[in-house]
């Protein structure tokens, strides 16, 4: 079984600058995809963005990058010149790749990781 | 956009009533689930169904069952709820894309209390 594991239970950061979260995950398998998700405070859990394992370049979106360390099984996300927005609950999240069954499309989440942007 | 709807925001029941939560979605998802958030405990898997009539269990389905007749509707039911089910409940939806997974998409949330 997998499993995911984030540390930080909270992290806080001036706006404008930078911050990294972190995520470790423990699995057997050799392809899988990694998430991050955003829970802001009473609204709706949105995807930021996403990783697949055979790929060795870190996913990128805007303000939001991964740092994606295959062998150590770490996949923490930077977010740079933060934003007051950003303030949000952050989830990492593993997925198992597609085989002809259903059953591994569901994620594995970490605990979360509460994230405060200050003015 | 992609639009998981859950019918209620807020829900607030008594021990040992049975409770429906429903969740709808628009984009034709083959996959639907249902999840429970707690604070320290992130989210935790129910129950999930890859097909209309087919569920499969998540990782805590004690004391909840789940409904899928339809494509687009995945109902979450408590049999006879209890105080420790108490807890925020988030539906989501994804398509079963052959080759590459797809990221879910999430409802707004339910949060349940029950009295």
């Known amino acids: 079984a997998q499993t995911v594991t984030q540390s930080q239970p909270e992290m806080s950061v001036q706006e404008a600058e930078t911050v990294t979260l972190s995520c470790t995950y423990d699995?057997?398998?050799?392809?899988?995809?990694l998430f991050w998700y955003k829970q802001p405070p009473s609204r709706q859990m949105i995807l930021v963005i996403r990783?697949?394992?055979?790929?060795?370049q870190n996913a990128t979106e805007n303000r939001f990058s991964v740092n994606f360390q295959k062998a150590a099984k770490s996949f923490s996300l930077k977010i740079s010149d933060s934003q007051l927005g950003d303030t949000a609950m952050y989830f990492c999240?593993?997925?198992?790749?597609?085989?002809?069954?259903?059953?591994?499309?569901?994620?594995?989440f970490g605990k979360g990781i509460t994230l405060s942007v200050r003015p | 956009d992609v639009k998981v709807t859950q019918s209620s925001r807020y829900l607030v029941k008594r021990t040992g009533e049975k409770v429906f939560l429903e969740c709808v979605q628009d984009?034709?998802?083959?996959?639907m689930f249902w999840y429970r958030q707690d604070p320290g405990l992130g989210l935790r898997l129910i129950y999930f169904?890859?097909?209309?009539?087919?569920?499969e269990k998540g990782d805590i389905p004690e004391g909840y069952s789940v409904s899928r007749e339809k494509k687009e509707r995945f109902s979450l039911i408590l049999e006879s709820a209890s105080t420790n089910q108490t807890s925020m409940y988030l539906c989501?939806?994804?398509?079963?894309?052959?080759?590459?997974?797809?990221?879910?998409?999430f409802g707004d949330g339910t949060r349940l209390s029950i009295l």
């Open positions: 989501a939806s994804g398509p079963f894309d052959r080759g590459f997974n797809q990221p879910q998409h």
């Open positions: 699995t057997s398998e050799s392809n899988y995809y």
């Open positions: 990783q697949e394992a055979y790929k060795q």
């Open positions: 999240a593993f997925m198992k790749p597609y085989p002809p069954t259903g059953a591994n499309s569901k994620l594995t």
């Open positions: 984009m034709d998802h083959e996959n």
């Open positions: 169904s890859y097909d209309v009539k087919m569920k």
